[in-house]
């Protein structure tokens, strides 16, 4: 059975960083893409950034392009979120997200359970 365990989430003023990790753990396949989504309170969930797990290709949302880099360790299978300059509109529950194929932006096969962010002015 598939996991993806996150970790590195909480409480960080303005302007500060944070680095989330996501663990995956079962399956006997290749992931094909690996990224990041959140849901802030009262709004849909978004994409943020996503990785193409064999080329290491990148993708981010405009709204946090130039401070938040996605990365992969293949050898631990593990995705990493380094969130930088924080902003209090960045304040959200974070999920990680596993593809075995190629989908539409923000389409997974398997989700991880949230690690919620928060950022105080």
């Known amino acids: 059975q598939v996991q993806l365990v996150e970790s590195g989430g909480g409480l960080v003023q303005a302007g500060g960083s944070l680095r989330l990790s996501c663990a995956v753990s079962?399956?006997?396949?290749?992931?094909?893409?690996m990224g990041w989504s959140r849901q802030a309170p009262g709004k849909e969930r978004e994409f943020v950034a996503r990785i193409l797990w064999s080329s290491g290709t990148t993708g981010y949302a405009d709204s946090v392009r130039g401070r938040f880099t996605i990365s992969r360790d293949r050898a631990k299978n593990t995705v990493y979120l380094q969130m930088n300059t924080l902003e209090p509109e960045d304040t959200a529950v974070y999920y990680c997200?596993?593809?075995?194929?190629?989908?539409?932006?923000?389409?997974?096969?398997?989700w991880g359970q949230g690690s919620q962010v928060t950022v105080s002015s």
């Open positions: 997200a596993a593809a075995t194929g190629p989908r539409r932006t923000g389409e997974y096969d398997y």
């Open positions: 079962g399956g006997t396949f290749s992931w094909y893409r």
